[in-house]
């Protein structure tokens, strides 16, 4: 028996692939399914299911294609209810692959389809449990997405049912167990998961905080406390995984249009599409195509496409790197935003040796900034997220967290000057895009962020200033 962890980083993802004498099984696959292919054809294997331990929300699973083009079924567990051709297990239903088992064990909580498949080898041995979002390691799933979907569930009602799930299923089973999640340290589907991203159950039982010996009351509120508003994009992608979608074949085709400088400017006028550039933050200031935003490929990409970009059915145009296209409308895809209409042939280069206006954002590095705050006290404008603010922040700063921006942008001055920064760099770039996007342009955004704020000696608290937003 073979059980390997297919990870992605910039989704924080983990699928699955399970192999015994011929037969494969792959869990909780993403929506480019030609890898999982090509490691079972490796092994000479068939890949005989495809088995699915919840409707994800924070990415569009590869199920339908991985079948279609397999012929594997696709498993669900209890009270699923897909719109296409599904096995429904039973709880403590089993399934055989090769000569290895898979029992399906309902764990409702993270969603009331949620479940976990335990893995039991060619001697009978149980040897890891593959645990969705239910279990991760250091934490448990967020109870709150399920009732974004279902009307009548509560996240309180979710979180009563996640700790039957645990302390009933979970935790009486072998202390040497490998735990096998779906996400690890990044994700949004969790609030303190670590960066490791197997570990034995026993260790979990020691260490996962939501494991610890306490009353279900207590369960609930340290479950509930700290919870951040789950990204929009979240129950937008439950109902594509629910509903079925295009082919990944038909939305690469749709979006793998090069366009010449001409074709990409009468494109843009015609459409409503969002030019979208995904080079990083440094290339992007210096100069890009107006009305462009800005959301580097190489930062949290996918994350933010589905905080800022608000319908999935938004057409998109791009400007990337070369050679990057590709890529871009796949990753783009693995988030529901299948609209990808073309791009510009050449990247920005070509828009550049076209003579075609230009923008660009005015940047100071952490010095200036200092000095600036000496001499001009301008407004500061930071975009991290809250609890960065409050943990540590500019004196005076303003906190407007990015992925709330457009809802307060009538607290932005248009004529007075301002300095917008994050942690980084990358964050306010996109922030600094979607202004000059709206028609700000007085303003100036921080290379390297707090992080370089603070090491240049710029005076900071801890504390909340009385000027936050959120």
Known sequence: MKIEQIYTGCLAHAAYYLESNGEAAIFDPLREVQPYINRAEADNAKIKYVFETHFHADFVSGHLDLAKQTGASIVYGPTAKPSFDAIIAEDNQVFTVGECRVKAIHTPGHTMESTCYLIIDEQGVEKGIITGDTLFIGDVGRPDLAQHVIEDLTETKLASHLYDSLHNKIMTLNDNIIVY?????????????????????????????????????????????GLTPPPAYFPKNVLMNIQGYDD????????????????????????????????????????????????????????????????????????????????????LSRVGYDFTIGYLAGGFASWTAANKEVESVN?????????????????????????????????????????????????????????????????????????????????????????????????VTDYVCPTTLL
């Open 248 to 331: 990944r074949a038909t939305v690469m085709n749709r979006g793998l249009n090069a366009f010449t400088v001409a074709e990409f400017e009468a494109t843009a006028e015609a459409t409503r599409a969002l030019v979208l550039d995904t080079r990083n933050p440094e290339e992007f200031a210096k100069g890009f195509v107006p009305n462009s935003v800005n959301i580097g490929l190489d930062g949290s990409f996918a994350m933010w496409v589905g905080e800022l970009i608000p319908d999935l059915k938004q057409e998109i145009l791009l400007i990337t790197d070369l050679g990057k296209e590709e890529e871009t409308i796949s990753r």
């Open 363 to 459: 940047r100071l590095n952490a010095e200036e900034f200092a000095l600036q705050l000496t001499s001009e006290k301008p407004m500061v404008i930071d975009v991290r997220k809250k609890s960065e603010f409050d943990s540590e922040h500019v004196e005076g700063a303003i906190n407007i967290p990015l992925n709330v921006l457009n809802q307060h942008l009538s607290e932005i001055p248009k004529d007075n000057y301002f300095v917008l920064h994050c942690a980084g760099g990358y964050r306010s770039m996109i922030a600094s895009s979607m202004l000059k996007q709206r028609g700000w342009s007085n303003f100036k955004d921080v290379r390297g962020g707090f992080t370089a704020i603070k090491n240049a000696g710029v005076p």
């Open 181 to 225: 999640p779906n996400h690890g340290a990044g994700s949004a589907c969790g609030k303190m998961m670590s960066k490791e991203t197997t570990d034995t159950l026993g260790n979990q039982k020691r260490t996962n905080y939501a494991l610890q010996p306490m009353s279900r009351e207590d369960f609930i509120k340290a479950l509930l406390t």
